[in-house]
T-cell receptor
Framework: DVKVTQSSRYLVKRTGEKVFLECVQDMDHENMFWYRQDPGLGLRLIYFSYDVKMKEKGDIPEGYSVSREKKERFSLILESASTNQTSMYLC??????????FGAGTRLSVL | DAKTTQPPSMDCAEGRAANLPCNHSTISGNEYVYWYRQIHSQGPQYIIHGLKNNETNEMASLIITEDRKSSTLILPHATLRDTAVYYCIVRPSNTGNQFYFGTGTSLTVIP
């Protein structure tokens, strides 16, 4: 079974803090994705990566950056957290253009 | 940019078949139909996908109409653990980008 592991299920941070969300997959997938999910808005793509050290902006990259130094790990960085970044963050991975497998999600609250 | 229409909610009695409809009248020839579900506070879970033939796996069956403008996901014997939001997504086969999740159908399985 594919396993996508997100480092935290719940996080509480203060406005202005730098926040790291980590995601690890164990299936040697080339592609990894970061989404956020908000009520009424569905899932929105923040960033994705096709390979190590490669990244592409999704629909809502503002206020976020990413890092992919190893194939299995994709990190989402909030440089200076703001209250409007309170959300559920979901990581996914896939091989080729096919099925995306999701992690359990990280619910981030920024106070 | 969801290209699908689903009813917002449905109920199903435990042990009965749950039939979840999806309209995708503007589907293109190279677009697949994917189904995911999301149990409360968890990440989306892949269920099944297909192009034009009916598909079946250990979780569900997918019936696609001949004109491919609609499909039905069938859970043959619904259990309480099938209570979730079900998402129908259409997506080209030649892209590794995101899945566009709409608002889905909230299925409640009733004891």
């Amino acid at each position: 079974d594919v396993k996508v592991t997100q480092s935290s299920r719940y996080l509480v941070k203060r406005t202005g803090e730098k926040v790291f969300l980590e995601c690890v997959q164990d299936m040697d997938h080339e592609n990894m994705f970061w989404y956020r999910q908000d009520p009424g808005l569905g899932l929105r793509l923040i960033y994705f990566s096709y390979d190590v050290k490669m990244k592409e902006k999704g629909d809502i990259p503002e206020g976020y950056s990413v890092s992919r130094e190893k194939k299995e790990r994709f990190s989402l960085i909030l440089e200076s957290a703001s209250t409007n970044q309170t959300s559920m963050y979901l990581c996914a991975s896939s091989s080729g253009v096919n099925i995306q497998y999701f992690g359990a999600g990280t619910r981030l609250s920024v106070l | 940019d969801a290209k699908t229409t689903q009813p917002p909610s449905m109920d199903c009695a435990e042990g009965r078949a749950a039939n979840l409809p999806c309209n995708h009248s503007t589907i293109s020839g190279n677009e697949y139909v994917y189904w995911y579900r999301q149990i409360h506070s968890q990440g989306p879970q892949y269920i099944i996908h297909g192009l034009k033939n009916n598909e079946t796996n250990e979780m569900a069956s997918l019936i696609i109409t001949e004109d491919r403008k609609s499909s039905t996901l069938i859970l043959p014997h619904a259990t309480l653990r099938d209570t979730a939001v079900y998402y129908c997504i259409v997506r080209p086969s030649n892209t590794g980008n995101q899945f566009y999740f709409g608002t889905g159908t909230s299925l409640t399985v009733i004891p």
